[in-house]
């Protein structure tokens, strides 16, 4: 019977690897958040647990990557947004820092300051080393004008790569020449050179997406 179980257990990891592919691997929907934790809809300074200890609950989202290191297992990312003063437009940590940390532990955490959390999606593998870069557009007390920023994972550190100027799509209707959903905006080319879609305004006012060139360092 054991043995049994294990052919069977043997079958069955034979057939995934041989589903499995050996790239980094991008979801369906990557830029997709799950529904945000009842933490993040509420607001988390009511979490001070006396005047005294400053002790707060963060809001955290959580977002499926898909497999960014290509070890056939998807990757998971828990945003840690910074703790506002809403009335101020300031950060508990005055940096407003958001923290990305992955799950499984092989993949390194990262943060970016000027950032209330944000969307973060794969941005799939740019330059072919194997492992996707990931996008993150971050989020701000006001305007619909943010970074698109790629990072790229080198020497086991995320490290930005790209930075464009876009709307963020939730504030732009989709109906508006101008918006243009942030998976789209990314356009591989070759090892050399990628292009970011970003929107511009020209010398009379007028916006624009135009894009934007990135060569790899070496
Ligand atoms: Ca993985
Ligand atoms: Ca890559």
């Not at 941005?123 to 557009?137: N, P, Q, S």
């Not at 942030?182 to 009379?204: C, G, P, S, T, W």
């Not at 007028?206 to 060139?213: D, G, Q, T, Y």
């Amino acid at each position: 019977m054991l043995c049994l179980t294990v052919k069977l257990l043997n079958k069955i990891l034979l057939i995934s690897s041989v589903i499995g592919l050996i790239s980094c691997q991008e979801n369906a929907d990557t830029s997709q958040v799950i529904p945000k934790t009842t933490d993040a809809v509420i607001d988390s300074t009511r979490f001070m647990t006396s005047d005294e200890v400053e002790s707060y609950i963060y809001p955290i989202d959580t977002v499926v990557l898909g497999d960014i290191n290509s070890d056939k297992i998807s990757d998971t990312v828990f945003i840690n947004e910074p703790s506002i003063i809403e009335e101020e437009m300031t950060c508990r940590d005055d940096v407003c820092k958001t923290q990305f940390i992955f799950s499984g532990g092989k993949i390194p955490s990262f943060g970016r300051e000027q950032a209330l959390g944000g969307v973060i999606g794969n941005a799939g593998d740019l330059d072919d080393d194997g492992i996707c870069e990931i996008y993150f557009v971050p989020d701000w007390f006001t305007s619909s004008w943010t970074a698109f920023v790629i990072y790229r994972l080198s020497n086991n550190e995320w490290k930005e790569i790209a930075n464009a100027s876009v709307r963020r799509e939730d504030w732009v209707d989709e109906k508006d020449k101008l918006y243009l959903p942030y998976q789209k905006r990314i356009a591989k080319h070759n090892k050399e050179y990628f292009e970011l879609i970003e929107n511009v305004m020209d010398d009379e006012g007028n916006e624009h997406l135009f894009p934007k060139k990135f060569y790899f360092t070496k």
